[in-house]
C-alpha cells in the first residue's frame, strides 16, 4: 500500500507506569503459556472473537519483524547461502568486494543484513547501517555521498570529526575486518534513479577503496538492478548483484510453519497442504506480503468460522487478487525468454484455433489440462479438436509402428512455460481457470509476425494441407443441409484427402501418379476448355478404386487393423455409382443414404485420422 507498517518498540508512558505499578506488586515475569484446551477452539455463533482466539495463537505469528541466523523463525534461501559464503571468504581474504543487494520491499534484505550481523559479530566488526529516516531527505547525489560517507564514519568510530573520504577508509582498516551494510536506500523514491546514477559515478574511487579494505553490501531497490548493470557502472559488474529471488513452496511453507509453531500451533493444522501454491501466488513469493496476506486470510477465514483454509476458500476470497497475479507472472514470463514467449504464443493461437473452429472452449481447456496431467490418450479426444492441440501438443505412440494408441504429450515450450509458472504459485488449473476467461496476446499487442509463426505447423508440409482439407470436408458435412449424392460425394473426397496424406507422410506414395489417372476423365477442346468425355464417370471410378486398393496394401504392409474399412468401401462404392450413374439416377439416394453415409464417415475419419497420427 505504500506505507511503512513495520513494528518496533517504545517506552510506555510515565502515567500508565504508575497506574500500573501497584497491580504489578509481587507478580513475577513468565512466559505466556497456551491453553490447551483453548487449541482448535470455535466461536458461539452469538460471540466476537478476534482472529488470534478464533484460531488459537499466542501472540501473532504473522509479524513482520527481521530475523536472523540461528533464530527459530529464520529460513536460509539458496541466495541467501551463497551471499553469506561468499561474505565469509572476503572476510578471510586479504581485500573486500563490494556487492549490491538487489530485491524490493519485503525480500529479506533487512533480514539478511542482520543474519550476517549474527553470523560474523564474534570474528568481525559488523555494522548494519539503515538510513530510512534520512533518506527520504535525500534531493541529490552530493546529498546521498554525504550521507552515506557520515553514516559510514560515525558507525566506525561514533566520535570522528573528520569527514575526509580517505579518513573513512583509514578507520575501516583499524581492527579486524569489517562488514558495512547500508541497509534502506531502496526507499529512495522511484522518480529519483538519476541520482543513483549520479552517485555511482561521482563515487567509484570511494567504493573501489573501501571495498579494498572491508566487504561493502548496499541494498537497492529491484527496478534498479538492470539500469546498474550497463557499461557505465562496469566498476560495479553484474558479479556484484546479488539479486534476491522469491521464496519457493518450500521455503515459503517452512516459514509459515515456523512462525505458527511459534504460536502453539502448526501450519497443517491451520492450512492444507494444497494452501501453499495460491499463498505463493497472491504473495509473489515476497516473505513480506506472505505473511500479509496469511493474517488477512486467517482474519477472513475467523469471520467465516471454517475450522480450516482450503485452497479454494483462498481463491474464493483473492479471486481478484488472483487474477492480477496471474496476468502479471504470464507477462512477465513470456518477456523473459524466447522459450517461454513460444510457450505462451503457442497456448493463445490454441485459444484462437478453437474460436475459429466454433469448438467448446471448455473441453478444449480440460483437454489441456489432461494433457499437462501426462493422462490423455488420443482415442479419447473428439476428432474436431484434433487440430487445435497440434499448437500445444504432439502424440507419441507406446510402440513402433503406425495405428498403435497414441498419447498426447505438451509442446516443449508450452511445457517449460507451465513449469515455471508453478515455480512461481500458479498450478495449471489457475491459469486455465484465469486465461480461458481473459486471454493475453503475447507480450505485445500486435505481435502478429510471432503468432503467424506459431500458426505454421497446419500449413507446412504437402501431408498437412491435405489432412486440413479433409478436416474441413469433415466438418462441412454436419454443419450444412446438402443432397444426400452430395453428402456421398463430399465424404469421399474427405477420405480421398486423408489416404492422401497418410500415404505421404508413411509410405513413397507419389501423388502425380494418382492425379494422372483422375486428369484422364478429362480433354480440352479446341478452345483450351477443360471438358468431361463419355468415360469419365469410369476413369474417376477407376481412379478411386486404385487408390483404395493401394491404401489396402499400406495396411497389410503394416499390420494395422482398420475396424471401420467396410464403412469407407460403402462410401467409395456408393460414390463411384455416382459418378458412373445419369443425372436422374441421383434421386435414388435419400435420407436414409444420406445417414447412412454420415454414420460411416464419422468412425473412417476418426480411424484414418489416427492412422495418419
Not at 286 to 306: D, Q, V
Amino acid at each position: 500500500m505504500g506505507v511503512d507498517y513495520s513494528y518496533g518498540k517504545q517506552t510506555l508512558p510515565e502515567e500508565i507506569i504508575a497506574s500500573m505499578s501497584n497491580d504489578l506488586i509481587g507478580v513475577e515475569s513468565g512466559s505466556a503459556a497456551m491453553d490447551k484446551d483453548a487449541i482448535g477452539a470455535r466461536p458461539q455463533k452469538d460471540k466476537e472473537l478476534d482472529f488470534m482466539s478464533y484460531w488459537g495463537f499466542v501472540g501473532n505469528p504473522f509479524l513482520d519483524r527481521p530475523v536472523y541466523y540461528g533464530s527459530d523463525l529464520y529460513v536460509e534461501t539458496p541466495i541467501h547461502s551463497e551471499i553469506i559464503g561468499e561474505t565469509k571468504r572476503n572476510l578471510e581474504g586479504p581485500s573486500g568486494d563490494l556487492r549490491l543487494i538487489i530485491g524490493g520491499r519485503g525480500m529479506g534484505k533487512t533480514t539478511l543484513f542482520q543474519t550476517i550481523q549474527k553470523r560474523f559479530e564474534k570474528d568481525y566488526d559488523v555494522h548494519v547501517i539503515d538510513v530510512a529516516d534520512e533518506v527520504i531527505n535525500v534531493r541529490s547525489a552530493s546529498d546521498l555521498h554525504a550521507l552515506i560517507q557520515r553514516r559510514i564514519r560515525t558507525s566506525l568510530k561514533p566520535d570522528e570529526k573528520d569527514a575526509n573520504p580517505d579518513r573513512i577508509i583509514e578507520l575501516a582498516k583499524y581492527g579486524s575486518k569489517k562488514v558495512l551494510c547500508l541497509d534502506s536506500l531502496d526507499r529512495l523514491p522511484e522518480d529519483r534513479f538519476d541520482i543513483i546514477r549520479d552517485f555511482f559515478k561521482t563515487s567509484q574511487r570511494f567504493l573501489t577503496a573501501l571495498r579494498g579494505v572491508s566487504v561493502c553490501l548496499m541494498a537497492f531497490a529491484e527496478r534498479w538492478g538492470d539500469p546498474l548493470s550497463t557499461k557505465e557502472f562496469s566498476y560495479l559488474g553484474m558479479r556484484n548483484q546479488k539479486r534476491l529471488e522469491p521464496f519457493s513452496t518450500d521455503h515459503a511453507r517452512k516459514m509459515l510453519d515456523n512462525r505458527l509453531r511459534s504460536s502453539g500451533r502448526s501450519y497443517s493444522e491451520v492450512f492444507d497442504e494444497e494452501c501453499i501454491l495460491p499463498l505463493l501466488n497472491v504473495s509473489g513469493g515476497n516473505p513480506r506480503m506472505l505473511l500479509e496476506h496469511s493474517e488477512a486470510i486467517c482474519r477472513l477465514g475467523a469471520h467465516s468460522g471454517i475450522p480450516r483454509i482450503t485452497r479454494k476458500f483462498i481463491r474464493e476470497s483473492y479471486q481478484e487478487k488472483f487474477d492480477e497475479t496471474v496476468r502479471e507472472q504470464i507477462l512477465s514470463l513470456a518477456k523473459s525468454s524466447t522459450s517461454l514467449k513460444k510457450g505462451i504464443t503457442s497456448i493463445y493461437v490454441f485459444y484462437l484455433d478453437m474460436e475459429k473452429r466454433n469448438l467448446n472452449l471448455t473441453e478444449g481447456w480440460d483437454y489441456l489440462l489432461a494433457i499437462l496431467g501426462g493422462n490423455l490418450p488420443r482415442e479419447k479426444v473428439a476428432i474436431q479438436f484434433y487440430g487445435s492441440l497440434n499448437y500445444v501438443a504432439y502424440t507419441t505412440q507406446k510402440e513402433e509402428g503406425v495405428g498403435h494408441s497414441a498419447r498426447y504429450m505438451p509442446d516443449k515450450f508450452v511445457k517449460e512455460f507451465f513449469v515455471k509458472l508453478r515455480k512461481q504459485g500458479v498450478t495449471p488449473e489457475d491459469f486455465v481457470s484465469y486465461y480461458s476467461a481473459n486471454p493475453i496476446p503475447p507480450v505485445e499487442e500486435g505481435d502478429e509476425i510471432l503468432v503467424s509463426t506459431m500458426k505454421s505447423p497446419l500449413l507446412q508440409g504437402e501431408d498437412l494441407k491435405h489432412q486440413e482439407r479433409a478436416r474441413q470436408l469433415y466438418f462441412s458435412l454436419s454443419k450444412d443441409e446438402k443432397p444426400p449424392f452430395k453428402v456421398v460425394t463430399e465424404a469421399w473426397d474427405c477420405i480421398e484427402e486423408m489416404i492422401i496424406a497418410i500415404h505421404m507422410r508413411h509410405s513413397q506414395f507419389r501423388l502425380e501418379e494418382y492425379e494422372a489417372k483422375k486428369e484422364e476423365a478429362y480433354y480440352f477442346d479446341k478452345s483450351g476448355i477443360k471438358k468431361q468425355h463419355s468415360k469419365t464417370g469410369n476413369v474417376l471410378s477407376d481412379a478411386a478404386k486404385w487408390l483404395v486398393d493401394d491404401f489396402t496394401n499400406f495396411l497389410k504392409a503394416n499390420g494395422i487393423w482398420m475396424s471401420s474399412y467396410h464403412g469407407m468401401k460403402w462410401i467409395e462404392y456408393s460414390r463411384n455409382n455416382i459418378v458412373r450413374g445419369k443425372a436422374h439416377h441421383l434421386m435414388q439416394y435419400g435420407e436414409k443414404e444420406r445417414d447412412l453415409c454420415l454414420g460411416h464417415i464419422e468412425q473412417v475419419f476418426k480411424e484414418l485420422n489416427m492412422i495418419y497420427g
